[in-house]
């Protein structure tokens, strides 16, 4: 069953469309990932300091090996982010 990850991020003030620019390359690295269906980033038309990372993995298992590849690494962007960003899961059909 494929699984559905949506992250809300915040950047600094001013900052959401440098954090784009500066994960753009990231994610594209993690769209080659074996399982990755989808991992794109969004920029609130409203606010564009709120971002939305929008993500699709064919099973659980391709998921927590993104997770388990990355576990360490310094998160992409974290000098112009908000804090950490808050993550759920869903299954898809």
Do not use: I
Request: charged share 30%.
């Amino acid at each position: 069953m494929a699984v559905r990850v949506l992250v809300n991020m915040s950047a600094l003030l001013g900052k959401g469309s440098e954090l784009a620019r500066m994960r753009a390359s990231h994610n594209a690295e993690v769209r080659k990932e074996s399982g990755c269906e989808q991992f794109d980033l969004f920029q609130n038309t409203e606010n564009p300091d709120q971002l939305l990372l929008v993500a699709r993995w064919t099973d659980q298992a391709s998921l927590e090996a993104h997770t388990e590849r990355h576990r360490g690494q310094p998160r992409v962007g974290a000098d112009l982010s908000g804090g950490p960003g808050k993550g759920e899961r869903y299954e898809a059909e």
